[in-house]
Structures are given as C-alpha cells and as structure tokens.
C-alpha cells in the first residue's frame, strides 16, 4: 500500500516514537494523544480494518494481543487500561491501516460512544 500513513510509518519513511516492534508487529505513540498513555499497535502487513481480518491472516491479530499484553506490562497499566479498534468512517477511523489504540494512565470514563 503506497499511500498508506501507517505503511510509512512501518517502512520508516515518517518517524515514530517507537514502543515497540517483533517480526510482526510495530508499535509507536499517538501524536495526538487522548489519555497519558496512547500507544498504537499495527500489525506490519497493510490490514484495512476489523472488516478485513480473514482466517488468512487472524494469526497475526492472536500476535497483536500478545504483544498488547507484553506492551501494557512495560508500560505498568496492569492496573486497567483499554484497547479500541475504530472500523470505518462512521466509527472515526481516520486512518485505513488496521490499528488498535491503547489507552491508560488514569481512570478511564466508562463512555463508550
Ligand atoms: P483512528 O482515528 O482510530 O483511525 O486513529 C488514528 C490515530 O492515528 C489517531 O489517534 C491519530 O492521532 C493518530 N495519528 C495520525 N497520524 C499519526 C502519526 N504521524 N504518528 C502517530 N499517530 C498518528
Ligand atoms: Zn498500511
């Protein structure tokens, strides 16, 4: 995906603030950051959104959560923290490389919407 904000990102062609990277999985810091830690977590094929997850490729998304689970340990967010995945426009996915947000560092609003 030529055009892809996150495929640069992954590839280095625009910095990040890297939290984290294996084989699969790259992970950086929101610019815009909506709670004390915002970390987002993408996997490092070009995957639209949630709508795009196949028995093809579901093995990486089982990769992914393990490294949210390796990511909110280092960042000591045991005690609570959220991971949201937006899917399409009418969700405000604003960027068409699946991701998924985590969010911690202070007491999380139980709105959802
Ligand atoms: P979404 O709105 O769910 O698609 O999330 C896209 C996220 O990407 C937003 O929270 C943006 O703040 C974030 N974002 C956009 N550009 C960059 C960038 N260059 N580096 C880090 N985060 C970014
Ligand atoms: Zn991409």
């Known amino acids: 995906m ?7 990102i992954i590839n280095g062609e ?23 830690v ?15 997850i196949t028995s093809e490729n579901s093995n990486i998304i089982a ?10 340990k280092q960042q000591k967010l ?3 923290f959220r991971v949201v995945s937006n899917c399409n426009e009418y969700a405000g996915q604003s ?3 699946l991701h998924f947000h985590i969010l911690g560092g202070k007491q999380l609003s139980l709105q959802m919407a």
Do not use: W
């Open 2 to 8: 030529n055009d892809c904000l996150f495929c640069k």
């Open 14 to 36: 625009i910095p990040s603030s890297k939290v984290y990277e294996d084989e699969f999985v790259y992970a950086f810091n929101d610019i815009n950051p909506m709670a004390p």
């Open 38 to 52: 915002h970390i987002l977590v993408v996997p490092k094929t070009h995957i639209t959104n949630v709508l795009d």
């Open 63 to 72: 990769h992914i959560f393990e490294a949210i689970s390796k990511i909110a």
């Open 78 to 80: 045991e005690k609570g």
């Open 95 to 97: 960027v068409f490389h």
